[in-house]
């Protein structure tokens, strides 16, 4: 393959039939065919590998600053290549790439529980790792634990058509074999992009695994696909296969759904609504849709959720599409008292809590993000807030940077503060996303997942020069450090967008286990050869969406951090500690940030004061319009709820359950009602609202004629391609984007739905 892509650059102005001529010659005419062939089922690794190249071709140009030797200017240099057009959308390409990698490489640790690079024995064992290779070893995973999936891709292996048997390397075809030795044809994760009609593989079948009740989706792309599966009962619609606007058919024939692929789920329901002549009262009928969603819409198929509809009295039409299904269900509930939050049908006690692994590995896609934490003191999880740029808020940001400084930029001072107040908005969103709460409370020494974040004007505050080091936190506060307070509250990075594209950041690793012998060392706040103490520093390469979270003590170069990365810290609160701070502060102006900013800063021994001082300086700050968009999450640790009410403790369970279905729905709803309330206001400043300290939120009104180019945006957001991957994104990597596999696994129109968490 290496050949053929080199092949493909160096020759670009021969013909497509000279660079086939090139590729057979010399070569036996019997050959040929095999030659061929192998290029076919290559392609997408081909694609992935000049993606790949593209991809670090450029960050390499930025890093080493190489454009400056001809041009004034990043931005001019990328004018003159046109970036826009031509590189970025490859470069974007290959970054979701590398997340769903990540989001199948953790699906493989999760199922397996070995790291996908030893799962293989050494001799078969691939050179490297394509996304399609992935993403089938990762469905597989699913259907077959470690040992029996061997057997599997061993018979498989053998199994090859003649004129693959010289080769001794698991390649993808052999995962499609093994997988079509059990019922499964094709697999959604190989065709992720695809929006055709999906089916369902019954996975209950597979009774040598512990995950028989999953079903798992997966993409026809003709006919004669669904022919071929006529002899397949078990493979009929899934819950995923129809598109969120379809207008849906149900079987006149009952008998016919005994082949729903969600059957183990909706076997209660099937028993009652195929009852002939069967009653069913209006608390019946309650009872029956809060089950329904306790299970989770998206692990039924919408005939069940059709018929189920079907029960309920109403004048409208009967064919509605499965949003308007789940929309109607849930309206049911309200008329009848019952909002869907449920706290008084849900229980809030402790549930089956995930280890502190498991977490870090549902939310990074990272097999070994809990070991290196341990070790290190720091990890970097790139493209963690990498559904921002997919849902357009980073594209928004963007598109105000790009305008600074030229033609279009009309107004230099109302676009300045235009690009604070994205980098504001994007503070509120990232402050409320539930996936990063988990990370916080997975990562914590003390374990404390009662947070609340400290004000900004505890980040250090002067400017160091270039060999300067020191902590994430002022000078005043290492004696704290010292005393073991505030050793567990975790400093995070996060980067936004800006005009570089490559940044970096340098920090020494493992320094938490030194920092007592540092302060007492005579070498202060300069660095110089302290490496030969303290351990060699770290450059770490970051880009807009990327989470860098460390200790407290960790030592850093404040200078590598620039001004557009988001610091942000938290404080664990006392279990005694009520969380309901409604006080007003009236010594805090309504829209003077600056004035907040030179408040005192909250002192690490006073935990209730810390609160109160948090909430009374940004209550102004924090708009309600920002507390309904939030789950009771976002709204508890930002202080605006008690984090012992029963929505708070009923999300919390579902972040950090071990029901990783659940875990996914919720953190891909909140993430898509917080952009969603991003875009509302972007469109407030763009239609020429006041702008102010508060972001414009209060004068906002919903409007219908979005500015270009974000018209129709909010179709785009509510199918979040990015982390339909676990927790992710359809893509991760849930990425996330960070979680691409797991969100997957659910309904894709999740995010066409009302959401079920209750906003006050």
């Not at 935990?607 to 939030?630: F, G, I, M, P, Q």
């Not at 180019?709 to 909010?714: A, M, T, V, Y």
């Not at 982390?723 to 849930?734: A, E, Q």
Request: overall charge negative; proline content about 5%.
């Amino acid at each position: 393959m290496d050949h053929v892509v080199q092949s493909l650059s160096s020759d670009m102005e021969c013909s497509s039939e000279e660079f086939i001529a090139t590729l057979l010659h010399g070569k036996p005419e019997h050959q040929h065919l095999d030659v061929l062939t192998d290029l076919l089922t290559k392609t997408s690794e081909i694609d992935e590998r000049v993606a790949s190249s593209i991809s670090a071709a450029w960050h390499w140009i930025c890093q080493k600053d190489l454009w400056s030797t001809r041009y004034e200017s990043l931005s001019d240099y990328r004018k003159a290549i046109g970036y826009t057009e031509t590189v970025r959308p490859i470069v974007q390409r290959h970054k979701k790439s590398e997340l769903a990698k990540r989001s199948s490489i953790q699906t493989i640790f999760r199922y397996w529980r070995v790291p996908f690079d030893e799962a293989l024995p050494i001799e078969t064992r691939p050179l490297a790792w394509s996304k399609h290779l992935l993403s089938l070893t990762a469905c597989l995973s699913k259907h077959r634990n470690h040992s029996e999936s061997l057997l599997l891709l061993e018979k498989s292996m053998k199994n090859r058509p003649e004129r693959g048997r010289t080769r001794n390397r698991l390649v993808a075809s052999d995962v499609q074999r093994a997988l079509e030795s059990l019922g499964i044809p094709q697999t959604r994760l190989a065709k992720r992009g695809s929006r055709s009609p999906r089916i369902s593989s019954s996975s209950a079948q597979n009774t040598g695994t512990d995950h028989a009740t999953e079903s798992d989706c997966s993409p026809s792309t003709n006919q004669s696909t669904l022919s071929s599966l006529h002899d397949t009962p078990s493979q009929s619609q899934s819950p995923s296969g129809v598109s969120p606007t379809q207008r849906l058919q149900l079987h006149k024939d009952s008998n016919e759904w005994q082949w729903c692929g969600c059957i183990p789920v909706c076997l209660p329901l099937i028993a009652l609504i195929t009852t002939p002549q069967a009653r069913f009262d209006t608390k019946l009928l309650l009872a029956l849709v809060i089950w329904a969603y306790k299970i989770s819409w998206g692990s039924f198929c919408s005939e069940h959720l059709m018929r189920l509809a079907r029960l309920i009295p109403t004048e409208g039409p009967l064919d509605r599409s499965r949003a308007d299904i789940i929309q109607k269900l849930e309206a049911f509930c309200c008329s009848q008292g019952s909002y869907l939050s449920m706290s008084d049908h849900i229980s809030t006690s402790t549930p089956n809590l995930c280890s502190n692994t498991e977490l870090l590995c549902r939310y990074t896609g990272s097999a070994d993000a809990w070991w290196r934490w341990q070790r290190d003191g720091y990890i970097h999880i790139p493209g963690f807030f990498s559904y921002m740029e997919e849902l357009g808020v980073f594209e928004r940001v963007q598109t105000y940077l790009d305008r600074s400084g030229t033609k279009e930029d009309t107004n230099p001072a109302i676009n300045r503060v235009a690009i604070q107040q994205c980098y504001r908005m994007i503070s509120q969103v990232v402050q409320r996303d539930p996936a990063y709460y988990a990370v916080l409370a997975a990562c914590r020494p003390d374990q404390n997942r009662k947070l609340i974040y400290r004000p900004p004007q505890y980040q250090r505050s002067t400017v160091p020069q270039c060999d300067d080091v020191g902590l994430s936190i002022s000078i005043d506060h290492t004696k704290s450090l010292m005393q073991g307070e505030g050793t567990s509250d975790i400093q995070s990075t996060i980067i936004l967008p800006t005009c570089e594209t490559a940044q970096k950041i340098r920090l020494v690793p493992v320094f938490h286990r030194k920092f007592n012998s540092w302060l007492q060392s005579p070498l202060g706040m300069k660095y110089g050869d302290g490496y030969k103490v303290f351990g060699k520093a770290h450059d770490i390469a970051v880009q807009p969406g990327d989470l860098v979270i460390c200790l407290p003590h960790i030592l850093r170069w404040p200078m590598t951090f620039s001004s557009n990365f988001l610091s942000l810290s938290q404080i664990g609160l006392d279990n005694r500690l009520s969380r309901h701070l409604e006080e007003k502060n009236e010594s805090y102006g309504t829209n003077n940030y600056d004035r907040v900013l030179e408040q005192p800063e909250p002192q690490f021994h006073t935990a209730k004061r810390t609160a109160h001082e948090w909430n009374s300086t940004k209550k102004d700050l924090t708009e309600d319009s920002w507390c309904s968009a939030s789950s009771a999450i976002g709204q508890a640790i930002e202080g605006r709820l008690d984090w012992d009410s029963d929505r708070a403790r009923e999300e919390m369970n579902y972040v950090l359950g071990s029901n990783e279905a659940t875990a996914v729905e919720f953190v891909a709803k909140s993430r898509a009602q917080l952009t969603r309330q991003f875009h509302r206001l972007c469109d407030s400043i763009g239609q020429g609202s006041e702008v102010n300290s508060d972001c414009g939120m209060s004068s906002y009104e919903e409007r219908d004629d979005a500015p270009e180019p974000f018209q129709g945006l909010n179709e785009h957001f509510e199918t979040p391609v990015s982390f339909v991957d676990p927790l992710t994104s359809i893509s991760p990597t849930w990425n996330t984007p960070s979680l691409d596999d797991m969100i997957a696994d659910l309904d894709p129109t999740f995010s066409r739905q009302h959401l079920s968490f209750d906003l006050p």
